[in-house]
């Protein structure tokens, strides 16, 4: 069966003509018109990618995404901002609210397709080495354990990256992270590092996967 991809956009040509391109390309296509009608075809549906624009009527892309992350089944979900907001500050926002990439309108349809190739391609390898990471990660005595069948994983955890390891799941950015534990932002990235070394995975999603396929912090 085809991958289906959620196209988000208050403009209609822009849905069309997207959508139209990617059901070429040989995707199921969903689309929606704004940020409330994403979210509920997201629980819906379970799409494997999401393309959606910032500026949007009734929910915008940022609170949309930062919703979708609440969920745990779609803490992994691969996100594309398309937007003609463009400035710095505005691609640091989009990031942490828990975007994979941003790319500015106008853009180039064929290099839409090849962010999303790449995005869905890293989202089945992130699945599929979830095993593999923990078969190569480091076994030692733990304050944490956690399970896959009757595989039991072995992780010596400190509290304070416990408490960042659940952060993390929540979808929380650093920032937000060190506002709830009071620390800086500095720090709660030399948490995640640690984290990324404990577990041998090499970024926020596959830490985040790690931590819940084998239910490290129940």
């Known amino acids: ?24 390309s040989g995707y199921s296509v969903l689309t929606a018109a704004d940020g409330q009608e994403a979210l509920a075809m997201v629980q819906t549906y379970h799409p494997h990618l999401m393309v959606t624009d910032i500026v949007m009527p009734r929910m915008n892309g940022y609170e949309l995404v930062r919703h979708v992350r609440q969920h745990p089944k779609f803490r992994l979900l691969p996100v594309i901002f398309l937007t003609a907001r463009n400035k710095t500050e505005e ?4 990031y942490q609210s828990g975007a994979d990439l941003y790319l500015p309108k106008p853009f180039e349809l064929n290099e839409l397709g090849a962010a999303i190739r790449n995005l869905l391609e890293r989202s089945q390898i992130i ?11 480091l076994r030692a005595n733990s304050h ?11 992780i010596k955890l400190t509290q ?10 929540h979808g ?3 920032a937000e992270i ?10 709660v990235e030399k948490y995640v590092s640690s984290l990324f070394r404990k577990t041998s995975t090499s970024n926020r999603a596959e830490l985040v996967g790690f931590v819940m396929k084998y239910r490290l912090l129940q």
């Open 127 to 137: 699945q599929s080495e979830t095993r593999l990471s923990y078969e190569e990660g």
């Open 172 to 174: 929380l950015s650093n």
């Open 144 to 154: 944490t354990l956690g399970y896959e069948g009757d595989t039991e994983v072995h």
């Open 91 to 94: 691609r640091i926002a989009g």
């Open 160 to 169: 304070r990256e416990q408490q960042v390891a659940v952060l993390l799941t």
């Open 1 to 24: 069966m085809p991958l289906t991809l959620l196209v988000v956009d208050d403009d209609l040509g822009t849905r069309l003509s997207i959508s139209d391109y990617l059901e070429m």
């Open 178 to 187: 060190g506002s709830r534990l009071h620390l800086s932002p500095r720090t």
